[in-house]
């Protein structure tokens, strides 16, 4: 039990990176940004790329190195999806979806193939320094604590940014930007940091599950917005009522609950006797995309009816 309880932190705590950029793009800026579909494996691809064979003009670089890398690249690639929304006029629908199309070629291209291990090799969960510092006690929940880590670090960073006065322009932005215009200030400009933040939210959100997993996959973004906007959903959904309650850390909360809906519905596969009756429930780990879609409809279906109902009463 421990183990899987560990397992649903670990997985919560990775995806809730990504979902504090989700957390911008959507309830911030109120773009539906699908290139994140392409920056959370670009994150991981320069990072396994990086580690195992080394960058073009940079060679072999450290695990911590490449959360960095991974940061300010994702972000290059959150500045073109805003540059083709606001300079080429393009629908922000539109522009993510050539965003993430362009990344998939790109990331094969920076992994030099579909599938590149880094098990042999040093990342921020396994190095010496660790093997040497940390307890045999704490070793088990090194993970974990390394991530709530870097979580944190992440959390912090983002409320500091938001009180600042970048931050204050770019949630006007989502609420009104003829407010922004009349403060003579360039909208596209803010959207364009906003999409450039998030984006790097999501490629060190990649960057570090490559380096827990040990692998880049260049099918690992598939359905990433979809992982992501759940997690925000769930997240300020069941936080709304708490004022004291930051949108952050609501973020990271659904993103653990999340994860948790997602292993329970997993571990409900198998044969269970009723009666004189064995009934079978053919759920198995390839099933876990058919859940995600069928979790995230049903959290967009709860959301809704919620705010029919704050409508009605209203």
Known sequence: MLTILLGILEEGLVYAIMALGVYITYKILDFPDLSVDGTFPLGAALTAAGIANGLPFVGKISPIAALFISFFVGALAGCCTGLIHVKLKVRDLLSGI???????SINLRIAGKA??????????????????????ALKPYTVALILLLIVA????????????????????????????????KDKGMVKIVGLAIANGFA???????????????ISTG????????????????????FGFVKGTTAVIAGSIIYKACVSLALNL??????????????????????ITSILFLVILLASTDRRKKVKSHA
């Not at 050539?98 to 998939?104: D, E, G, K, S």
């Not at 590149?116 to 307890?135: C, M």
């Not at 490629?203 to 996959?217: H, P």
């Not at 992501?228 to 069941?238: D, E, K, M, P, S």
């Open 203 to 217: 490629a060190l959100a990649g960057s570090v599950y490559c380096q827990q997993k040990g692998f880049f996959e």
């Open 98 to 104: 050539i965003v993430m199309t362009a990344l998939y």
């Open 222 to 241: 598939t359905g990433t917005i979809v992982i992501g906007l759940a997690n925000v959903i769930i997240g300020t959904q069941l936080f709304k009522r």
């Open 153 to 184: 670090v992440c959390k912090v960073l983002l409320d500091l940014y938001l009180k600042t006065r970048s931050g204050y322009l770019l949630r006007a932005v989502g609420d009104n930007d003829v407010l922004v215009t009349s403060l003579a």
């Open 115 to 136: 599938n590149l291990p880094i098990f042999s090799q040093e990342t921020i969960f396994a190095n010496e320094f660790l093997e040497k510092q940390v307890p045999e």
């Open 269 to 290: 596969g198998g044969q269970y006797r009723l009666g004189d009756y064995i009934v079978s429930i053919p759920i198995t780990a390839s099933d876990l995309k058919l």
